[in-house]
């Protein structure tokens, strides 16, 4: 039976529906302590003194560590896994990062202390006794001001808040190119700052056995064995032999649970020191203050087109903030997955693109669904909306005109990526069907008719995913290999658990993944079991992030798989008494070509156990690991139709369609990847239109420090979104996979202000910046009203 | 100040020793060893912690614990029969309605709770109920047709052929 292709309902519903998920809050350890961790007020500040002597003292107060404690011990600072360099050449600038600040503290919630207690209660009380004497100091939270002169300086090394200046594309091509046009676009816009907020808070567990020397660390992590390696040789100094990570059940992480964050180490430090269990589970709020950001850039946008509108050079200027430290893969997100990508889905033969990354006190930024991609995506779309805006070209046509061609594969971008399959213009076409584009002018004047202002927005998009080839992306400053592993251990009856170091956090492997077993193998669903999350199983394993699960992590239980059949067959010829070249593997049983002899797979596997009779020459056993190093990225593309209404009086927004077309090339499990688009949709339009991280510019206090401040998308602010897909496969990895992870939070941020300008234009609005909150349209609508009524 | 609590929780009577200011809902996870009951934030709003006290929804993060007494908590462990989905749940399990699986108890609970009250509501109604729930996974997309569902075999009806084609293996 073929379940690849199937919606075959998922193995992990009845855990979660019936409340016996295990997440890190749902696990006690004997003897646990409680951590609390006292975090700054100010943005920035310099801490004279810290006196933790009544904390110390408070009823059941175990202890209190400092930063200088930490540092005393010899503890490191948290470490970027990736480098990138200056266009001059120069390394980023990369100042330290104390899990505990000891010194300064550089943005509102950087941790200062710990008080570790017998009750949690015990430790937010005695965290109220630390006297911490801060001297204020002048902060800056927009990346802008962060670069100009005389601006509060966030590392007194690191002169005028500069990380780094780069670049890439050929500027002599482009601005030839532009001395050349036709017509020249510009536009500056704002990618807005968000705040991933998976529903499950960050939590640690930190543990050491004193008789084996052994540490344990639970943690809501997408990436266990990469946490281990940074958090034991960089961080703590603990040989990976030594210490186990645990991520179990995870309830979302968006990018946001990639990064070693500083509470694993000072939970694992702590349990050390306290001979006990540490436990630490972030309140919503403190999340709003330590979990890594998202997006926050500032950017310039010229696009140059020749008379036909075929685009003849793209120009890009971007100020991404880092924030107040470098998080783990934060370099890389606004350069090489972002700068990569502005090729997009056109034939742009030059391009250029520099970006300055900013430190400022704020929470630091880092990848969050899509990451690089929507920032990439938002500009592109909209300078090609305003192009066909000035050039008076539907926006639809405009694309068809500049579409890489279908028969254009493997093809080369200015800007480093070589695509290797798609067809654009059928996805595009897909969603405008979908979307009744050609009946949208009917609509428009229909809702005029009831007072509403109405709007239609197209974005399409690409991004690279299944990251990454592991030479490339060590070219480009990676600290890391970016492979994945997989071993397939097959039971003597013929079960078979499979080891990924691929991580779920509501992706569903444990139903894809088994899919593919099932299917390769020729046994039931039921005989398979994914494990995953435990660097004490695993062999090995970098994560999930980057919609790369399947395309790399299920590539490797591919590669692990074949070498289970090709032994397997050794096996079979031997009781088969038959060629080996003659024994073929399909539907579970090994069989003597243009014979009825065969051997189950289940015989076979107990074979390998009880090797009775036996080749002479193999070993025993059924047990296989691979790593697979993808070849390219993936390269996922689609076309999103968004049409909405707004409310001249009030600014509200009413989603009216939302049709999304997308190429994931092969499909598993088609229910779930729609529900990983419906997802990232929510996501994206919740960028768009609700979600802004905000920051007092003066104080830079987090204005936005609970679901009170910071809008999240709710059930009634979504509509039913209408799918598609148009299939072209991968040619790179054995599935055909691309990844469908983040695809909705690509494209809809640009679908969404697209159909808000559409709707705007008549009052002679030319952009928007997001979110679109009421209170804004109802603003800018007011504002293009005044000069129509002066009239 | 240390005080018993006791009450009936998903048909079994419990009772517990507290603080003053214990929550219902850490008196559920902490006392009581339920951790399907979910924390999700600090102000009442994300509705993961949502439970039945005498057949009502409430967050359970909004009540404490010394307030349940005498009362009867329902839980999302008490939803099933054995080993059998309640029909609510099996709609979830259908319709591919949750992904991390963190909001869904809540979810449950409150669905549960709408259908009680409307035992046929609009995806108009469902959205609206579902204001005081947050999922970041989902996009509610597949939520809604769950409750749809589940609430369709609640009033004893067929419910409509499954959008995703998902059927029981």
Request: proline share 6%; net charge negative; with cysteine.
């Amino acid at each position: 039976m073929t379940t690849v292709g199937t919606p075959v309902r998922r193995r992990e519903d009845y855990r979660f529906l019936t409340g016996q998920g295990t997440y890190t809050d749902d696990i006690n350890r004997p003897h646990q302590l409680h951590a609390h961790i006292l975090r700054s007020p100010h943005a920035h500040a310099r801490i004279s003194g810290i006196d933790t002597a009544a904390a110390a003292q408070a009823p059941g107060v175990a202890a209190v560590f400092t930063g200088r404690d930490m540092t005393a011990a010899g503890v490191g600072g948290l470490p970027c896994g990736w480098q990138v360099h200056s266009k001059d050449g120069s390394p980023m600038a990369e100042p330290a990062h104390p899990p505990l600040a000891a010194d300064h503290v550089r943005h509102v919630g950087d941790p200062v202390a710990v008080v570790i207690a017998e009750t949690i209660e015990q430790a937010r009380e005695a965290a109220d006794q630390i006297q911490v004497d801060y001297v204020e100091e002048p902060a800056v939270v927009d990346p802008g001001e962060a670069l100009k002169p005389g601006a509060p300086q966030v590392f007194a090394d690191v002169p005028g808040n500069l990380c780094y200046d780069w670049s890439l594309g050929d500027l002599a091509a482009v601005d030839a190119a532009f001395a050349n046009a036709a017509r020249i676009v510009k536009l500056d816009l704002v990618n807005n700052r968000l705040v991933p907020n998976a529903m499950e808070p960050r939590a640690a567990i930190g543990e050491f056995d004193r008789a084996t020397g052994d540490y344990t660390l639970f943690t809501t992590s997408q990436n266990p064995h990469v946490i281990r390696l940074l958090m034991g040789a960089f961080v703590l100094h603990i040989p990976e032999a030594k210490l186990r990570v645990v991520a179990p059940d995870v309830g979302g992480g968006f990018g946001s649970k990639i990064y070693h964050y500083a509470e694993e180490a000072i939970v694992t430090w702590a349990a050390a020191k306290v001979r006990r269990p540490v436990k630490w589970t972030a309140e919503r709020s403190e999340s709003f203050m330590s979990d890594a950001h998202g997006r926050d850039h500032v950017t310039h946008v010229e696009l140059a087109l020749d008379a036909q509108a075929k685009f003849l050079a793209l120009k890009v200027s971007t100020i991404a903030n880092m924030g107040a430290y470098l998080s783990t893969f934060a370099p890389c997100i606004p350069t090489y997955l972002y700068g990569t990508l502005l090729a997009g889905t056109y034939t742009t033969p030059a391009i250029y693109v520099e970006t300055k990354a900013v430190f400022t006190h704020t929470v630091p930024v880092d990848a969050y669904r899509g990451a690089g991609r929507p920032e990439a995506t938002f500009l592109l779309e909209r300078i090609v909306d305003l192009a066909a805006d000035e050039l008076g070209i539907d926006p639809a046509e405009l694309r068809r005109r500049n579409f890489i061609p279908a028969d254009a594969y493997p093809y080369q971008t200015p800007v480093a990526l070589e695509y290797d399959s798609g067809d654009y213009g059928t996805t595009l076409e897909l969603a405008l069907k979908a979307a009744d584009y050609a009946g949208f002018e009917a609509r428009r004047r229909e809702a005029i008719g009831r007072g509403k202002l109405r709007g239609i927005g197209i974005a399409t998009y690409i991004e690279a995913c299944g990251i990454a080839p592991s030479a490339v992306v060590g070219s480009l400053g990676a600290r890391a290999g970016l492979y994945e592993s997989a071993a397939v251990r097959v039971h003597p009856s013929g079960s078979v658990s499979i080891l990924t170091g691929s991580h779920s956090h509501g992706q569903g492997h444990e139903t894809t993944f088994s899919q593919l077993v099932a299917d390769r193998l020729g046994i039931p669903l039921e005989s398979v079991e994914i494990v995953h999350g435990d660097t004490a199983k695993i062999p090995y394993g970098m994560g999930t992030y980057g919609s790369r699960s399947l395309a790399v992590g299920g590539s490797a239980i591919v590669k692990a798989m074949d070498k289970i059949v090709e032994k397997g067959r050794k096996i079979a010829a031997h009781l088969l008494e038959a060629a080996e070249a003659d024994v073929e593997f399909a539907d579970g049983k090994f069989s003597v070509a243009g014979t009825d002899r065969s051997k189950s797979f289940g015989e076979v596997a107990l074979t390998a156990y009880v090797p009775h009779n036996y080749p002479e020459d193999l070993e025993p056993g059924l047990d296989e690991t691979s790593f697979y190093d993808p070849k390219n990225f993936t390269f996922p593309s689609g076309a999103h139709i968004a049409e909405i209404e707004i409310d001249p009086e009030t600014g509200h927004v009413a989603i009216v369609n939302f049709t999304a077309s997308d190429d994931f090339g092969r499909i598993v499990n088609p229910m779930i990847v729609a529900g990983q688009v419906h997802g990232g949709l929510a996501q994206g339009i919740g960028q768009a239109l609700l979600e802004g991280c905000v920051y007092d510019n003066e104080t830079g206090q987090l204005l936005t420090g609970s679901y009170n401040d910071y809008a999240m998308p709710r059930a009634d602010d979504l509509p039913n979104f209408a799918l598609s897909t148009n299939v072209t496969l991968c040619t790179h990895n054995p599935l055909g996979v691309k990844g469908c992870g983040e695809a909705g939070a690509i494209g809809a941020p640009a679908a969404i202000t697209n159909a808000l300008v559409d709707a705007l234009r008549p009052l002679g609005v030319r952009h928007l910046d997001m979110p679109a909150t009421p209170e804004r349209l109802w603003r800018v609508i007011q504002q293009h009203r005044q000069p129509l009524a002066a009239d | 100040m240390q005080k018993t609590v006791s009450l009936t929780v998903n048909g079994k009577p419990v009772s517990a020793t507290v603080e003053g200011r214990t929550l219902l809902v850490q008196l559920l996870r902490e006392h009581l060893g339920l951790t399907g009951t979910h924390v999700g934030c600090d102000t009442s709003q994300c509705g993961a912690c949502v439970v039945h006290v005498d057949g009502e929804a409430v967050k359970s993060c909004t009540l404490l614990a010394l307030q349940a007494e005498g009362r009867s908590v329902a839980t999302i462990e008490g939803v099933a029969t054995g080993d059998t989905l309640h029909p609510m749940q099996e709609a979830f399990r259908n319709n591919h309605a949750l992904q991390c699986g963190f909001c869904t108890p809540g979810m449950v609970m409150s669905a549960l709770d709408l259908v009680k009250n409307n035992p046929n509501p609009t995806e108009r109604e469902i959205r609206e109920y579902l204001e005081g729930n947050l999922c970041r996974c989902t996009g509610y997309h597949n939520i809604v047709l769950a409750i749809a569902e589940g609430a369709a075999v609640m009033r004893g009806e067929t419910p409509p052929a499954n959008v995703h084609g998902a059927a029981a293996e």
